[in-house]
């Protein structure tokens, strides 16, 4: 099968990340290093995946995206 590539941006992010590259069914989770999940709200701009991250303390996430055949996983830092 083929290999999605992933871009996740800005890292350190301040009030939104953007996933590019998605182009199936996904889903996409948050978690803090301190294990809870986040509430997320994701928009499609411009062909790309935006997550809100402005109500998300400053830390450090997990960004889990799972794709129908593949799973994808990064840290990035919220920063305010």
């Known amino acids: 099968f083929p290999v999605t590539i992933l ?3 800005p890292n350190p ?3 939104f990340l953007v996933l590019e ?3 199936e069914a996904s ?3 948050v978690f ?3 294990g809870k999940e986040m509430n997320i ?3 499609l701009r411009d062909a790309k995946l935006t997550i809100d991250t402005r109500a998300f303390p400053s830390g450090s996430y997990l960004l889990n ?3 129908e055949k593949q799973q994808y996983s990064t840290t990035f830092v919220k920063c305010d």
Request: charged share 20%; glycine share 4%; net charge neutral.
């Open 21 to 23: 590259g998605i182009n």
């Open 65 to 67: 995206v799972q794709l």
């Open 27 to 29: 889903t996409i989770r």
């Open 13 to 15: 992010s301040t009030d």
């Open 32 to 34: 803090s290093f301190s």
């Open 41 to 43: 709200e994701v928009t």
């Open 7 to 9: 871009r996740v941006y």
